[in-house]
C-alpha cells in the first residue's frame, strides 16, 4: 500500500523553479524525521534536505540557499520549493518519512528535468 505520493516534478530551464509536494496519510506523518531525496541516472541516491520533528531543518551543501523544504500539517504533506534550478539538479526525487507506525516509507519519486 502506498503510503507517500510525491508531485510537481517536470522540465525547467535553468534558473527556473519547482515545488514537489508529498501526500502523507496521517499515520505515516507521525514520523521524528521527513526527507526529500533525489537520484540521477546512474548515481545513488543522495539526501536533500531533512525535516526533524522540532529541529532545525537541514539541507545539503548543493541546494542551500535554493531549496526549501517546508511542512503543512493540516493537509499531512511536504514540500520541497526549488529555486534556481540547475541542470545536475535533475533527478528522481524522492519523499522518506521514518513513520513511528508504519516503519520507512518511501514515495515513488517525481521526475525533475533541468536543461535549456
Known amino acids: 500500500q502506498v503510503q507517500l505520493v510525491e508531485s510537481g516534478g517536470g522540465s525547467v530551464q535553468p534558473g527556473g523553479s519547482l515545488t514537489l509536494a508529498c501526500v502523507s496519510n496521517?499515520?505515516?506523518?507521525?514520523?521524528?524525521?521527513q526527507q526529500w531525496w533525489r537520484q540521477a541516472p546512474g548515481q545513488e541516491r543522495e539526501l536533500v534536505a531533512t525535516l526533524p520533528t522540532g529541529g532545525k531543518t537541514e539541507y545539503a551543501d548543493f541546494v542551500k540557499g535554493r531549496f526549501t523544504l517546508s511542512r503543512d500539517n493540516a493537509k499531512i504533506t511536504i514540500y520541497l520549493k526549488m529555486s534556481d534550478l540547475k541542470p545536475e539538479d535533475s533527478g528522481m526525487y524522492f519523499c522518506?518519512?521514518?513513520?513511528?507506525?508504519?516503519?520507512?516509507?518511501w514515495g515513488q519519486g517525481t521526475q525533475v528535468t533541468v536543461s535549456s
Open positions: 522518506y518519512m521514518d513513520s513511528v507506525i508504519n516503519g520507512d516509507q
Open positions: 496521517r499515520a505515516t506523518f507521525v514520523a521524528p524525521v
